[in-house]
């Protein structure tokens, strides 16, 4: 196909290894003939897919660790709502194709 998308963004990391398989079925390979990127960076997942996945970690387990420290906040003293916002980071494995300029 002439007109082929160069890169797959999915939204999970349980779904990049469906995308990985399939792409593996039809010849195509991950990080040479297509960019795949993803998010969640859930290790365990992760750790069977060749190349490494690009991923952008959301800090998933940082998230539920603030909200049960603020629940238990709320619990003790009844103190008002806390904003607190983490930044994603992106972990960069093989799956993302070198661009040549």
Same mark, same amino acid.
């Given at each position: 196909?002439? =007109?082929? @998308?160069?890169?797959?963004? *999915? @939204?999970?990391?349980?779904?990049?290894?469906? +995308?990985?398989?399939?792409?593996?079925?039809?010849?195509?390979? &991950?990080?040479?003939? &297509?960019? *795949? &990127?993803?998010?969640?960076?859930?290790? @365990?997942?992760?750790?069977?897919?060749?190349?490494?996945?690009?991923?952008? =970690? *959301?800090?998933?387990?940082? &998230?539920?660790?603030?909200? +049960? #420290?603020?629940?238990?906040?709320?619990?003790? =003293?009844?103190?008002?709502?806390?904003?607190?916002?983490? =930044?994603?980071?992106? +972990?960069?494995?093989?799956? +993302? #194709? #070198?661009?040549? #300029?």
């Amino acid at each position: 196909m002439e =007109d082929h @998308p160069t890169a797959i963004f *999915v @939204p999970a990391d349980s779904i990049a290894v469906v +995308v990985y398989r399939a792409l593996a079925e039809r010849g195509i390979q &991950i990080g040479k003939d &297509i960019s *795949v &990127i993803s998010a969640n960076n859930e290790l @365990p997942l992760l750790s069977a897919l060749f190349p490494a996945l690009t991923t952008i =970690d *959301v800090q998933a387990e940082r &998230i539920g660790e603030l909200a +049960v #420290k603020q629940l238990a906040q709320r619990f003790s =003293d009844n103190s008002e709502t806390i904003e607190r916002n983490l =930044d994603p980071r992106l +972990v960069e494995g093989g799956s +993302v #194709k #070198k661009i040549r #300029k």
